[in-house]
């Protein structure tokens, strides 16, 4: 090898070293399956989660589900009910891959949190930084319904980092936006905001929405919003790297989490769960509306929403909650410090989310006064959940993880998702 060709390779080497994740001193063991009694589960009190999930099938509240419970990681339970299709009938099986819409979101905000790790920018830095198309936001100020024309004021600040990780940063949600003028705004621009089978970039979208007013000045309201989506687009202008490509090689991989994509790979696509709705009563496969139903299967295959874009399992996004319940590490391999995970599991947002609840950098996060409630988790316990009717949450105090995934649309009367958590609390059993 040339001397030349030699050094090249060398810092080329180098800086993927930098890059990858690191060893850890740590080393827990990947999640494998265990008798329930042997983590202080009770194994009678999960049978209550059987019959539940079996009536809400048979009753017609959903049409299948794959649910899955770990505790100090340990799988104590993992099963499926009911059918992943309504044209096929094809029973749901437990490694049936889901769109988990807005359960993505906390992987993009790791992703972030691994290139902050590195010393790459500050939370509080204004991301016109890094990408100057959000330089000098504009706020809403008035909106002519007859011809979709506003005015603006200047924004009092720029939108941080901090701002889009919290949904604080006035940016809006497009189609399903809870303010009719921001609807019209956002489909007026050509935003893309769930996923799409079209031929558009994350990149396109976002320098898209950086010329949108914003709802509000960045800080002062808790505001769901695209945020995410554009912090998957600061994870390209970071890493230097393709969202997707970050991911997999820099988080997934790493995790042994092979059935989380953006873009199922032909061999998975079989294992995809069809969007259902009832119709007369029945339950039938969801139509084309403003998004396609046949994402992530089809399509042009380059827009990676860093909000809602990824399709995983019930047991990828185990490994993941397990990860940081472990402080940050799996297996041998450190993904974030358990310092940073401190700071994101802080209140970073007052009371905008109200008492019950406050989002940290990554999840909504329950206070004691949510605790003390019941039926939810301990405080601390870090939840979400996504568009087509998933959910999850993590309880690091009882080191216990659950997960329901379902795919539905429209009017259901499921009321699967408070059950199942308020029946896994009142299982432990030690």
Not at 45 to 51: A, F, G, T
Not at 142 to 154: E, G
Not at 247 to 260: A, I, Q, S, Y
């Amino acid at each position: 090898m040339q001397m030349k060709s030699f050094l090249t390779f060398l810092l080329v080497t180098s800086a993927l070293m930098l890059g990858a994740q690191t060893p850890s001193i740590q080393k827990s063991a990947p999640l494998t399956e265990a008798n329930p009694t042997r983590v202080g589960v009770s194994p009678n009190r999960l049978n209550r989660i059987d019959e539940m999930l079996q009536q809400a099938v048979s009753g017609g509240q959903i049409p299948g589900v794959v649910a899955l419970i770990a505790r100090k990681g340990k799988i104590v339970y993992y099963k499926a009910f009911g059918t992943a299709d309504a044209n096929t009938g094809r029973p749901q099986k437990r490694d049936d891959i889901f769109r988990i819409a807005s359960q993505t979101k906390a992987i993009t905000a790791t992703a972030v949190m691994m290139l902050w790790e590195e010393g790459k920018f500050q939370l509080d830095d204004p991301v016109s930084k890094y990408i100057p198309e959000f330089k000098n936001p504009q706020v809403l100020q008035s909106f002519h319904y007859a011809d979709t024309s506003y005015t603006t004021r200047p924004a009092s600040r720029e939108i941080t980092i901090r701002h889009l990780l919290t949904h604080t940063s006035g940016l809006g949600y497009g189609v399903i936006d809870g303010d009719e003028r921001m609807k019209m705004i956002y489909e007026k621009a050509g935003t893309t905001d769930l996923f799409s089978t079209s031929d558009v970039s994350i990149g396109s979208v976002v320098k898209k929405l950086a010329k949108l007013p914003l709802h509000h000045d960045p800080g002062e309201k808790f505001t769901y919003s695209m945020g995410q989506d554009v912090l998957g687009y600061f994870v390209e202008v970071i890493s230097g790297l393709p969202f997707d490509r970050f991911l997999r090689e820099r988080l997934f991989d790493p995790l042994g989490m092979d059935d989380t994509w953006f873009y199922l790979p032909d061999e998975k696509a079989n294992r995809l769960v069809a969007i259902q709705h009832k119709k007369e009563d029945k339950w039938a496969n969801y139509p084309h509306t403003f998004y396609d139903p046949d994402y992530p299967i089809t399509g042009a295959r380059k827009f990676f929403s860093g909000g809602g874009g990824l399709s995983s399992t019930a047991k990828d996004y185990a490994t993941f909650l397990q990860m940081y319940l472990n402080g940050g590490e799996l297996n041998g391999v450190r993904i974030l410090s358990r310092t940073t995970i401190a700071s994101l599991m802080a209140n970073q947002v007052g009371e905008l989310m109200g008492t019950d609840q406050y989002y940290g950098l990554a999840f909504g996060v329950l206070t004691g006064q949510g605790a003390m409630k019941g039926g939810q988790g301990s405080e601390g316990t870090f939840t979400w959940g996504g568009y087509f009717n998933t959910q999850y949450f993590a309880d690091p105090k009882e080191q216990t993880i659950g997960i329901l995934m379902k795919q539905t649309q429209g009017p259901v009367d499921d009321q699967t998702a408070w059950k199942f958590r308020q029946l896994i609390v009142t299982a432990i059993d030690d």
